[in-house]
């Protein structure tokens, strides 16, 4: 952990917005996708949102569909997850994840230390 650094968490009000960054610190090569997933206290860490390495695809759970919008900068291994409408189940640690390629049918995980994400009156 650690390749990936992640910036933007904080307390929200229900209703509010935040913006999370993620930038990678060390070269990936092969990049197949980026991403942010999220792990509540007692939860499993589950996919947020995630955006294939020429941003022409995005992929959103379910609950934040709507709501939050992934973006990629074109060339550069950064990403940013806008989250709108934030809901007191939206409180987690939301952690950056970035995919490469390491054999055929295989990838390799990239991770963040977590930022945390607090949405509450």
């Known amino acids: 952990q650690g390749q990936l650094v992640e910036s933007g968490g904080g307390l929200v009000q229900p209703g509010g917005s935040l913006t999370l960054s993620c930038a990678a610190s060390v070269r990936i090569y092969s990049l197949l996708s980026m991403g942010w997933y999220r792990q509540a206290p007692g939860n499993q860490r589950e996919l947020v949102a995630d955006i294939t390495s020429d941003g022409d695809s995005t992929n959103y759970a379910d609950s934040v569909k709507g709501r939050f919008t992934i973006t990629k900068e074109n060339g550069k291994n950064r990403v940013y997850l806008q989250m709108n409408s934030l809901k007191p189940e939206d409180t987690a640690v939301y952690y950056c994840?970035?995919?490469?390629?390491?054999?055929?049918?295989?990838?390799?995980?990239?991770w963040g230390q977590g930022t945390q994400v607090t949405v509450s009156s």
């Open positions: 994840n970035a995919k490469s390629f390491w054999s055929v049918g295989q990838s390799r995980d990239w």
